[in-house]
DNA sequence: CGATTCCTTGAAGGTTGTCAACGTTGGTGG
DNA sequence: CCACCAACGTTGACAACCTTCAAGGAATCG
């Protein structure tokens, strides 16, 4: 009856397991910029060893939408597994690290683990979680609003995983693909950019994001620029 | 070898199996704007026989946005069912009727049926793309653009249930709703929507919709105002 | 060191938010 | 049956945020 413990138990299992998994395939090594197709890319479910990547849709209108970040460590694909054809691509943000299974192949296999099938969900769980974050950022937020958690959700991601310590990080996004990512221009980007600055809130310059002020950042992730303060 | 049959059949067969789950639970009315809390509510998953309802979040400037709609059939909560607090809340849009099954109890059972696992992870999926399209949307396009998307994907996901046959369905938002759900106001909603009145594209009244013109809709739901035409 | 990409900045205009007021609707109770 | 109330819809004026466009500067890479 000790439900929590035995969930947590059948996590790390399932984690384990699939990571055993990757680590046989052979890995392969993409530059920057680069998408995944071709033959080695098409239906699969990566493991991204190192380096950044993204999900974008291009719309008709000649816009592109980044969907969603991947950082090292993070599985990418399993929610367009079941699905044969991906509307969405895949895009390096740095040189990285992918080891891919094939899904169609390994899908019914996979679930048919059951810890692995219970991690595999806690993972479409943790990017679903993600992406409200985004929209419910989108949706309500000004620009400041969305560049502060934008900014605090790598700084938080990248901390869990142990990959930094202090408040500092690269972030290998242009201010195009940040505003691709936020639903704003690249112009307006690096106008909020430059008031955040100047306001010694959060420095972000050459692809490094030095945080200042934590407090206030995450401050403005909360609220909403107001023509009056209330 | 013949995989994409077998995933289907599992699918299925997952679907079922799941189904017959929900319907020996015993089914709850709500009515019409009601939370799902309290006892009988924490940490489930639910399968809504029937009503509208929506995943809400509320932010500490008193915004509040709309992820996603569930309508008729759809299964809601799998992706909080891992985490133990949920940040999001459920209400209802209309009186529904929904069967829950404790989440943390089942879920450990549910993975280990390998179909229902297959399609709990197929589940996640939609999920995901729906609220991709919904990001994307947000992000991309303009009032117009985005209020055609939605009335659009509604339209399509009822069609696919066959809930509905001709392009007319009950729509029970209302304008504040549907700008909380698409990051604008119910003003400017309303602005809006007279204009599609007007230019005889869709009739939204009274919580009624009805396509007039499918086709000039489509490409509303593609394209951005420009200020000048390309 | 040439070329490409990225960053930076300004001016002008458009889309959308804010606010306030009023109209409409549906439900409730006298 | 009618008066009342609350929630929702409607509309206009104005301001704010953001985009667009354009151009020049900086940085990176072969």
Known sequence: MNDPVRLRDELVLGRRRLRTIFSSASPRLLEAGELFVGADFSNRIYYLRAGWACQIRDLANSRRAILDVYLPGDVIGIDTAVRARPLEHILTLTPAIVAGILAEDALIELMADPPIALYITCL????????????????????RGRLAIMLLDFYKRLRRR????????????????????????????NRVLR????????????????????????????????????
Chains 1, 2 share one sequence.
């Open 124 to 143: 479409l769980g943790q990017r679903q979680r993600r992406m409200d974050r985004l929209l419910a950022a989108i949706s309500c937020l000004d620009a």
């Open 162 to 189: 142990k990959l930094i310590s202090a408040p500092i990080y690269n972030l290998p996004l242009t201010q195009v693909q940040i505003g691709n990512y936020l639903g704003l221009t690249a112009a307006h980007i």
């Open 195 to 230: 008031s955040l600055r100047s306001e010694q809130i959060v420095n972000v310059e050459k692809h490094s994001v030095i945080i200042l002020n934590l407090e206030r950042l995450a401050i403005l992730a909360q609220k909403r620029a107001a023509t009056r303060p209330l």
